[in-house]
């Protein structure tokens, strides 16, 4: 394959997964959803394609064919076997030493050893920097190798389980790694998917199964998934064996709930694949006996492992100005040489004729290079040796204090706090910006059914609105209304029932969204209980009555749609279409103008409250007008290119002429303590930005409850409709903040996902971040997971400060990935925030002393040992160029050659530890009652360029007064009573000893 083809085949998934994460989300509050199709219009696809054609990239194919019970094609798919290792035998020592060698230190030691070993050129011997250099090496080495073997280890593991595999004609075990594309593969209850399967059939009715896929986004509900109806006949070996099948799908992407799918058997039609018929890699199968499934992705080709990328490097603050103040000392070092080589071809000139008996001939044939590299050598120490292993120590043993931090622990889910990486610990003390989702964040996201409107009448409670329809209520202009109504509420949702005690009848519902199971949970307590859901039907029990309806299509919700349908036929045979969603969306594609005014009047009654609000519409649907829809429908779902374009577009022709039954309020409480955080967050001065997915009015409510925004406080509200209204409002706002600065530091903004999606174009994204960073407080509502994301690297590359991104959902992930620090509260959702993050907590509430406490502790500390590190020996090794002074610049050592090597390795290396372990301004109980003490680590007011160099004339005061004080008492040569005098080692030992007892106390 030529590199070219090669390089955009290996290229195209993922710049189609990047691109579509901004567009689609997968439920309510569920994992992102990405799609692999390159049919939007949208101006980035076009940038991305013009970008194609300019470098005449060739086309790469759109789909894949897998044949099943067949070889495939040579070299077409990748093996089962998967390694997550970072090494192997033969690349350990190559990546190794390449990973290390990245860091200037290291080059730059390195360099100093091998001049070292250049005759007569290193005074200070051929070893004393390589033997702390391999040293170092050698411990970074050992850490490397175990954490390795442990991923071999787990490797090994999942590659060796076993799986019965169809194979000419009977059921053999065979290990995972063993599975290829096409096989079929029988899977039981409990057991893992070994590779990406399309599900054939199972053993249960209709070809149903029910997976787990905790592995995959963290939910524990369970799902639905069926086979298709032409395959759910084959339920023996010889049904099976006798298959003979392709399957024709897209390109293994990292998607998760996303697949476009045909599948052909001989001389039969093709018949549409989607996500419903794929079993993922790494998902359990519960609650079903067996499964027969086709592999169609394997190995580092399945969702799973698409999704298995490493998270994006960060790196401290910290650790860039300590490289830069590396690049400052080396430079020094360099001018120091420079003058130190200079002074010794002067002080040989002017000696060479009267101090014969030095042999000062002999030595003017040396150039000045040589005597360079010479004062190179004897210079280098001036950079620590040992400072990242020093701070890599130090924020383990941080990282440790983190995750046993009992004041971090939440008992009711037992979930402590964890630090997943160590190398932001300082990052947390310098937060200036946290950028926070809502729902499940700053909200418990546990649901509850509380009020609803029904045609055009609110009801405050569950017991008002029971009493209702128990009365007949006379104020409800339609009297089957409220019955139509919690009929919806039972029917149009994705819910899974399972019988917990048959007894009993005791039912528990699995949903994708809290929400959902809100509604079905409110629904129940109403008399209105759903039952049981096949792939065609659901059934409802009202009043002692079990009704049926068969469900004709489930168009799904997205982000994108904002909405949920689906189309029932009723007992009575009449065809209703059920939609569900966001009042706009639903308020768009009425076709009755009845209770509309009176509905919005209460849903903005409702979202004041800090409600969630969904509204509930239906329409009838003629019997020929569905037939020639589902005609459409079916080829928009069979299309292997567009797919999810199509069926969107065929989903619009049948979601129309609604008539608005009412609308659902769903109350989500705060968290605890969450109010007394935020006023805390604001009182160190961190700007706080909620970013949800709500509406506006739940969103200013929940900020009203939250403390985020007062009473009294100007609310600058964007809502504009186009790019130049946007456009208009932010310029006129903007200069008015600029008349205003004084003022404009207590205003906060709320802007509208729609609104912000032309804020955030390239002409305005510059002026729209000024307006944001004068505002005290910035609420976006109805935002997208691309949204929250874009708003959080916009806020990081424009201020400069540390940001910090906080959520619980899968669609906070990317928000969480683009800030400097990512939080994710392990909460209702699953944990792939919380897996996806920096640091984890079990609540909103910890973030106070995660940053207040943890991040001004780890700040202090670090400062203290990098500017420690720098400080000892800078003190020790500058005394070579006062010694030079008296050695005629001749490049001669004081002190003995292994002190050198033994004083960052034995004698100083306790002190600098200690600080980056229990080093503390004052207690965790004051940093957290007066937060403005946050502003000094937050300032970085103890790691700054004069702080930096304060440090350094500290250290050259110190060692000019150890130097020229021990010198002094040397003068006469004699160190014993009995009048031997003693060599330069002596007055070198002296010194060193003064310096270690120094800097040591």
Not at 241 to 249: F, I, K, N
Not at 608 to 624: F, K, M, N, W
Not at 674 to 698: F, M, N, R, S
């Amino acid at each position: 394959m030529p590199k070219l083809q090669l390089f955009g085949w290996c290229l195209s998934p993922l710049l189609h997964s990047v691109r579509d994460t901004a567009r689609h989300v997968w439920s309510f509050r569920s994992v992102s959803v990405t799609s692999a199709d390159e049919c939007a219009d949208t101006p980035a696809e076009s940038h991305e394609d013009s970008r194609s054609v300019a470098t005449g990239a060739p086309e790469v194919p759109e789909s894949r064919t897998v044949y099943i019970n067949k070889e495939q094609p040579p070299n077409k798919c990748m093996s089962n076997s998967i390694t997550t290792a970072k090494y192997s035998v033969f690349s350990f020592l190559p990546k190794f030493l390449f990973e290390q060698f990245r860091r200037y230190s290291n080059i730059f030691f390195l360099f100093i050893a091998l001049l070292q070993q250049i005759p007569d050129v290193s005074p200070t011997g051929k070893y004393t920097t390589l033997t702390p250099l391999v040293c170092i090496l050698t411990i970074s080495a050992v850490k490397e190798f175990i954490e390795d073997w442990k991923r071999h280890r787990a490797d090994d593991e999942i590659n060796s389980r076993q799986v019965e595999v169809l194979d000419h004609h009977n059921w053999q075990w065979k290990r995972w790694s063993d599975v290829v594309v096409g096989n079929i593969c029988k899977v039981r209850s409990d057991q893992y998917f070994p590779a990406d399967l399309v599900l054939l059939s199972s053993s249960e009715p209709q070809s149903i199964c029910y997976i787990e896929t905790a592995n995959l986004d963290g939910e524990t509900n369970l799902k639905i998934r069926q086979g298709l109806p032409q395959t759910a006949r084959l339920l023996d070996t010889r049904d099976l064996d006798q298959l003979s099948a392709s399957v024709e799908c897209e390109l293994p992407n990292r998607v998760l709930y996303e697949f476009v799918g045909t599948l052909k058997e001989t001389g039969k039609t093709a018949v549409p694949l989607g996500p419903d018929q794929l079993l993922l890699r790494g998902a359990k199968l519960k609650n079903t006996t067996w499964v027969f499934g086709a592999a169609v992705y394997t190995g580092h080709e399945t969702k799973l492992m698409k999704n298995s990328s490493a998270a994006p490097l960060k790196r401290s603050t910290m650790d860039k100005a300590t490289n830069t103040q590396i690049i400052y000392l080396f430079g020094l070092l360099v001018v120091l040489c420079v003058i130190s080589a200079v002074a010794s071809e002067v002080w040989t000139k002017a000696h060479q004729a009267t101090d014969w008996y030095l042999g000062l001939d002999e030595m003017s044939t040396v150039n000045f290079g040589y005597n360079l590299l010479t004062f190179i050598i004897l210079y280098n120490n001036l950079i620590p040796i040992s400072l990242q292993v020093t701070v890599e120590i130090a924020r383990f043993i941080q990282a440790l204090y983190i995750n046993m931090d009992h004041e971090m622990y939440h008992e009711p889910t037992d979930t402590p706090a964890m630090a997943r990486t160590s190398n932001l610990n300082e990052e947390l003390g310098q937060v200036k910006y946290v950028l926070t989702d809502k729902t499940g964040t700053l909200t418990q996201n546990v649901m509850e059914f509380k009020k609803c409107t029904i045609a055009g009448v609110k009801f405050s409670s569950l017991d008002e609105l029971r009493q209702a329809l128990q009365d007949r209520d006379p104020d409800l202009k339609s009297p089957d209304a409220v019955q139509d109504f919690l009929m919806m509420m039972a029917v149009c949702h994705t819910v899974i029932p399972e019988e917990q005690e048959r007894s009993t009848g005791t039912i528990v519902y699995h949903a994708a969204s809290p929400d959902e199971r809100a509604l079905v949970e409110g629904a129940r307590r109403l008399g209105f209980t759903f039952t049981t859901r096949t792939p065609q039907t659901v059934s409802v029990e009202a009043y002692g009555q079990l009704l049926q309806f068969d469900v004709l299509n489930v168009l799904e919700f997205t982000s994108t749609r904002k909405r949920m349908s689906v189309i029932i036929r009723q007992p009575n045979g009449r065809i209703q279409l059920m939609c569900k969603g966001a009042d706009t969306v639903i308020y768009e594609r009425l076709g009755d103008p009845r209770y509309k005014d009176d509905t919005l009047s209460h849903l903005a009654e409702f979202a004041s409250e800090g409600l969630r609000t969904l509204c509930l519409a239906v329409a009838d649907i003629p019997e020929q007008e569905y037939k020639e829809w589902q005609e459409t429908y079916h080829k928009a779902s069979t299309a292997i290119q567009c797919r999810e374009e199509k069926v969107e577009d065929a989903a619009r022709l049948i979601e129309t002429n609604l008539v608005l039954l009412g609308a659902t309020a769903i109350e989500d409480k705060l968290q605890d303590k969450v109010p007394e955080t935020i006023e805390a967050l604001l009182a160190a001065d961190i700007h706080v930005w909620v970013l949800t997915g709500d509406k506006q009015e739940t969103a200013i409510n929940i900020g009203h409850s939250s403390r985020l925004l007062h009473s009294k406080m100007p609310l600058l509200i964007l809502n504009e409709d186009g790019l130049d209204r946007t456009r208009a409002m932010v310029t006129e706002r903007l200069n008015e903040m600029r008349d205003h600065r004084e003022e404009a530091g207590q205003v906060a903004l709320i802007i509208d996902g729609r609104t912000l999606q032309y804020a955030l174009t390239h002409e305005l994204r510059s002026e729209f971040m000024e307006l944001c960073l004068g505002c005290r407080s910035v609420v976006c509502c109805r935002v997208s997971p691309g949204q929250k994301a874009e708003v959080a690297e916009l806020v990081t590359q424009h201020t400069g400060a540390v940001t910090l991104a906080i959520g619980d959902g899968a669609n906070d992930v990317a928000m969480i990935q683009a800030a400097h620090v990512g939080v994710g509260v392990a909460g209702l959702e699953g944990l792939q925030a919380a897996h996806s993050s920096d640091y984890a907590i079990g609540q909103f509430r910890f973030l106070a002393r995660l940053l207040f406490v943890h991040g001004a502790w780890n700040y202090s500390r670090l400062t203290q040992v990098v500017l420690y590190s720098f400080y000892k020996n800078i003190c020790l090794y500058v005394m070579e160029l006062w010694y030079a002074i008296y050695s005629g610049w001749s490049g001669q050592v004081v002190f003995e050659r292994w002190t050198i090597a033994a004083y960052n390795l034995l004698f100083t290396s306790v002190p600098p530890l200690i600080m980056g372990f229990i080093d503390r301004s004052c207690s965790a109980e004051t940093r957290l009652k007066y937060p403005q003490l946050y502003k000094t680590s937050q300032e970085g007011q103890l790691f700054s360029t004069r702080v930096f160099w304060l440090w350094i004339i500290n250290s050259l005061v110190h060692s000019v007064m150890l130097f020229w004080l021990s010198y002094g008492t040397m003068t006469q040569d004699v160190a014993w009573s009995s009048g031997r005098n003693a060599g330069y080692l002596m007055f070198g030992n002296m010194v060193y000893t003064y310096v270690v007892v120094t800097v040591c106390v």
